[in-house]
């Protein structure tokens, strides 16, 4: 079936530092990806999506890349902050394959920014 | 708007026993989903509902599982007989349209099966 691989599973980073995570996608018909952050015991929140228009997208601190070619998208996150630590989750939505318009998730990266 | 809303938050039952999770999704909203998340599967979505009618559920691992949208404002998941196994959270997400907007997530339902 469709499959969304994300990585790392794990990430540390220093406060003020960069985190990237990235994912890759496997239904080259896929339109849309969102992000989501999870707090620890709380629901996903949405972050950031993009459109398969598009290549990039930014909003304040994260940024969203799409590349259609080789089906990959990544969350770029910057200045990182204590309260960025969190398991972050993306996702595809799906076309093909049996599926209606599905979103398929990856297995979430959890972000530890240190103070 | 008091957003998803879903009962119980936790729930402690044995094996065997039927349990039934709910949700309210937020009102306007057209869509609703059912995800089951675990440490080893992550995020799965198991049904969704268009207008109150189940569209996709195809992620229902079983018969023992059942999904019912009786109104817009209102949403059953159900597991009978339950087993260890089926221990997880159960998220509900609701959003206006498909998949590619927003989904808002409810608490979840945190889910022991002794």
């Known amino acids: 079936g469709e499959n969304v691989e994300q990585h790392p599973s794990t990430l540390s980073v220093q406060e003020g530092d960069s985190a990237v995570i990235k994912c890759t996608y496997s239904?080259?018909?896929?339109?849309?990806f969102p992000w989501y952050k999870q707090e620890l015991g709380k629901r996903p929140q949405l972050i950031i999506d993009?459109?398969?228009?598009?290549g990039e997208k930014k909003d304040q601190r994260i940024a969203v890349t799409l590349n259609k070619t080789a089906k990959h998208f990544s969350l770029h996150i910057t200045e990182t902050q204590p309260e960025d630590s969190a398991v972050y989750f993306c996702a595809a939505r799906v076309l093909t394959g049996g599926s209606q318009g599905n979103l398929i998730f990856g297995k979430g990266t959890k972000l530890s920014v240190k103070p | 708007d008091a957003g998803v809303i879903q009962s119980p938050r936790h729930e402690v039952t044995e094996m065997g026993q039927e349990v039934t999770l709910r949700c309210k999704p937020i009102?306007?909203?057209?869509?609703l989903f059912w995800y089951r998340q675990t440490m080893m599967r992550g995020l799965e979505l198991l049904i969704y509902?268009?207008?109150?009618?189940?569209?996709?559920d195809s992620g229902m691992p079983e018969d023992r599982f059942s999904a019912k949208m009786p109104n817009a404002s209102f949403s059953t998941l159900k597991i009978q007989p339950s087993e260890p196994r089926d221990s997880a959270v159960y998220f509900c997400?609701?959003?206006?349209?498909?998949?590619?907007?927003?989904?808002?997530f409810g608490p979840g339902t945190r889910l022991t099966v002794l």
């Open positions: 009102s306007g909203h057209d869509y």
């Open positions: 239904d080259s018909a896929s339109n849309y």
């Open positions: 997400a609701s959003s206006v349209g498909p998949s590619y907007n927003e989904q808002f």
């Open positions: 993009i459109r398969s228009n598009v």
């Open positions: 509902f268009n207008n109150n009618v189940p569209i996709d």
